[in-house]
């Protein structure tokens, strides 16, 4: 299917409903509530695990029991095999197709299929990772490219790293599919995902951890025999990597981490968890059972961290950084939402936000359904009214917790030039997004921080 056609996403309410329909014209029952449940957590790229405990089942039922049939029954509807991996984009690509061709779906009317056709030639509203099958993803071929290239290496580490909201998790969807595409195993963990109780001490965490990562290969949970409490945890938790996952494998596993940055904030767990997976990386260098793991961490660099160098996996491995959207990119995802701009128009944006990725889709997406012209989107961007009022007020809640650099931002926002700042301050600042380096001094980052910020940093 070209661009053009894919050009859209689709109501997940709706594919439930068409799906529905052609169970029954097949003379299927409907699918049941826990299916029903099942499907909405792989809609939303969630993990079973995440899925039972919203919803109060046991894991196993799911992932063993429910979604087995569930995809054996959508392979029905779609006449395809379906599974967890491509059940989204599968029925996605079926009812677009579906709808756009103008064919009937049983037991709805003319009027509800025309709504419903609406609701799928309308943009989703861009909000976190943006899905592998989503027509308005921009791709950094360079960077990408570079990762794929590593992740195919022994014992490979890729770190990827940027302020929140550049675009850090829909550039890891891409790397685990392309893994996936090599036939390696992949394991994805959110790290945000870990409870509180867990971060207690790092014997529950690395049981966690192995625990997560044992499920999603699909491999029998085998703790109690690899963990020996003489030896110690991160110990334990080695050979369980080593003699049982790796060995009882033959193709590759990608792990892939990402919001690495919860950890950051339980300094306990962070000075074991970190030096453990550097050593899974050295370990590679000399033990052929470790270059069979792939390792990418993803984390935000809005917290700095103060961890030895030498300890932690933050200076080994493939740097990624990743940066602002170009000018040729914005005119790119502008068409691809169907605005047909001028030069002074992306200029005009341009200036304002500077390329920030997740800045630029929200405005493009708000222009896109005549809601706001782009004179009122751009008058009304620097204030707590504007459509990047939660965006500026997230920065806004970190500055006040930390007066020295709302101080530093300050000066820099009072300059029309670079200016010096202190290095932490302007790392940090850096960091978050707020300012750019230039040499050793430093610049605000666009004019909306200037803009906002100037009246605000008033009340701190």
Not at 299 to 312: A, C, F, R, W
Not at 353 to 366: K, M
Not at 423 to 432: C, F, G, T
């Amino acid at each position: 299917m070209d661009r053009e056609e894919n050009s859209y996403t689709i109501n997940l309410d709706f594919v439930l409903k068409a799906i529905n329909s052609k169970l029954l014209e097949i003379d299927r029952p409907p699918l049941n509530n826990v299916e029903r449940i099942v499907l909405q957590g792989i809609w939303n790229y969630q993990t079973y695990n995440l899925v039972a405990e919203e919803a109060g089942y046991s894991p196993g039922y799911l992932s063993n029991v429910v979604a087995p049939e569930l995809f054996r029954r959508i392979s029905e509807v779609v006449s395809g095999k379906v599974t967890k991996k491509d059940c989204r984009a599968k029925l996605e690509t079926y009812f677009i197709s579906t709808a756009t061709s103008k064919k009937t779906i049983p037991s709805q009317n003319a009027t509800t299929l025309s709504a419903e056709i609406r609701q799928v030639m309308s943009p989703r509203f861009p909000c976190g990772a943006i899905s592998l099958d989503s027509p308005f993803y921009i791709q950094r071929s360079d960077v990408e490219n570079q990762i794929y290239t590593e992740i195919e290496n022994p014992g490979a580490l890729v770190r990827i790293k940027a302020p929140q909201e550049m675009g850090k998790s829909s550039l890891l969807l891409r790397v685990i599919d392309y893994a996936s595409r090599l036939n390696y195993h992949t394991v994805n963990l959110n790290l945000q995902q870990v409870e509180q109780d867990v971060c207690s001490n790092i014997n529950k965490f690395l049981r966690w951890f192995c625990a997560n990562v044992t499920r999603q290969l699909g491999m029998e949970l085998m703790l109690d025999g690899y963990w020996d409490e003489d030896i110690g945890c991160k110990i334990s938790c080695s050979l369980y990597f080593q003699d049982y996952l790796l060995n009882s494998i033959d193709a590759p596993i990608l792990l892939a981490l990402d919001e690495v940055n919860r950890i950051f904030e339980h300094p306990e767990i962070a000075k074991d968890f970190f030096p453990l997976l550097r050593s899974w990386y050295e370990d590679a260098k000399r033990l052929p059972v470790w270059q069979k793991l792939r390792l990418v961490v993803v984390h935000s660099t809005e917290i700095y961290v103060p961890l030895q160098l030498k300890q932690s996996p933050f200076n080994v491995g493939l740097p990624v950084q990743l940066h602002c959207f170009s000018l040729e990119e914005v005119i790119e995802l502008a068409k691809y939402y169907k605005l047909d701009w001028n030069d002074e128009e992306v200029n005009l944006l341009m200036a304002m936000i500077g390329g920030h990725p997740a800045l630029v889709h929200l405005a493009i997406y708000h222009l896109s359904q005549r809601d706001v012209t782009l004179t009122e989107l751009l008058k009304t961007a620097p204030t707590s009214t504007g459509i990047y009022s939660s965006h500026l007020q997230r920065h806004q809640v970190k500055l006040q917790d930390e007066p020295e650099l709302a101080i530093a931002l300050n000066k820099a926002i009072r300059s029309s030039k670079p200016i010096f700042l202190e290095p932490i301050q302007a790392y940090k600042l850096n960091s978050m997004g707020l300012v750019k380096l230039d040499g050793n001094k430093v610049v605000i980052s666009n004019q909306l921080y200037r803009n906002y910020f100037r009246q605000t940093l008033k009340l701190i």
